[in-house]
T-cell receptor, first 112, second 111 residues
């Protein structure tokens, strides 16, 4: 357990509704990441943060926004959920650029 | 564009065997490389991180090697056990922040 809590663990929502996923860490790590995992695509980076209020886009950022107002929390928001955003979302953290990446247990999101 | 390939996609071996999992990447200018395991319905567990200046890393029964010039990394598992059954993923760092993951090798160890 790398001190990462993702909530909720499971969520079903309807197309067009906003959804926020939360990642909470107890490790005081500087870097935090959001990935999605899909069959046939593997893991892909959505957004990442290298400090409070410092965020950047990953390779599949369209339709997602993030916020980090505290070191321990990194929020992922789907402004208007679509069926293509049905996926398993993972949060990850690490101390610095040469340290290993550690993952949370994921949030399974279904958009109907 | 960096591509990461893991072959085979699935592997089944009897308990006690030593085995090697392969990871190949197309761009040798990598930053670091990390091996993970993923159990069904769970997140990824970090196994080993090899920095670009290193050739190998060891942890218990696991040994990972890195050959940047040939674009290959291997994960060696000694004396395999049923608890080693999982999907193993390698990930290559493109720069300090962005990882490119392979599709994984699903390993089954038969008692």
């Amino acid at each position: 357990d790398a001190g990462i809590t993702q909530s909720p663990r499971h969520k079903v929502t309807e197309t067009g509704t906003p959804v926020t996923l939360r990642c909470h860490q107890t490790e005081n790590h500087r870097y935090m990441y959001w990935y999605r995992q899909d069959p046939g695509h593997g893991l892909r980076l959505i957004h990442y943060s290298y400090g409070v209020k410092d965020t950047d886009k990953g390779e599949v950022s369209d339709g997602y926004s993030v916020s980090r107002s505290k070191t321990e929390d990194f929020l992922l928001t789907l402004e208007s959920a679509t069926s293509s955003q049905t996926s398993v979302y993972f949060c990850a953290i690490r101390t610095g650029p040469d340290s290993p990446l550690h993952f949370g247990n994921g949030t399974r999101l279904t958009v109907t | 564009k960096q591509e990461v390939t893991q072959i085979p996609a699935a592997l089944s071996v009897p308990e006690g065997e030593n085995l090697v999992l392969n990871c190949s990447f197309t761009d040798s200018a990598i930053y670091n490389l990390q091996w993970f395991r993923q159990d069904p319905g769970k997140g990824l567990t970090s196994l080993l991180l090899i920095q670009s200046s290193q050739r190998e890393q060891t942890s218990g029964r696991l040994n990972a090697s890195l050959d940047k010039s040939s674009g290959r990394s291997t994960l060696y598992i000694a004396a395999s056990q049923p608890g080693d059954s999982a999907t193993y993923l390698c990930a290559v760092y493109r720069g300090a922040q962005k990882l490119v993951f392979g599709q994984g090798t699903r390993l089954t160890i038969n008692p």
